[in-house]
Nanobody
Framework: QVELVESGGGLVQAGGSLRLSCAAS????????MGWYRQAPGKERELVAA???????DYAAHVKGRFTISRDNDQNTMYLQMNSLKPEDTGVYYC?????????WGQGTQVTVSS
């Protein structure tokens, strides 16, 4: 079993920055993929960014150049640095990890960007 705990969400003005963290615990193996998804009100959950245990990254087009995903494998923690935030970045951000073909989700953290 794997547990994911997100932190760092909040309210920020457009143009501002936030840093999200996701701490993973449990049966985490060295080879895994972690990522952040966002769910805006009335919309489906969508991928924001992902990172492998080897630090290969992938970003949704609308966050490239503004968001940076990173991880500390020794601490089993993943981060999402969000800069130049826009109102359309508002939503609940979920941490996720895929281990041995099984996906786990965190509870989510709310990010609200005011215009």
């Amino acid at each position: 079993q794997v547990e994911l705990v997100e932190s760092g969400g909040g309210l920020v003005q457009a143009g501002g920055s936030l840093r999200l963290s996701c701490a993973a615990s449990g049966s985490i193996f060295r080879r895994n993929i972690m990522g952040w998804y966002r769910q805006a009100p009335g919309k489906e959950r969508e991928l924001v960014a992902a990172i492998t245990s080897g630090a290969s990254t992938d970003y949704a087009a609308h966050v490239k150049g503004r968001f940076t995903i990173s991880r500390d494998n020794d601490q089993n923690t993943m981060y999402l640095q969000m800069n130049s935030l826009k109102p359309e970045d508002t939503g609940v951000y979920y941490c996720t990890i895929v281990v041995l073909g099984r996906r786990y989700w965190g509870q989510g953290t709310q990010v609200t960007v005011s215009s």
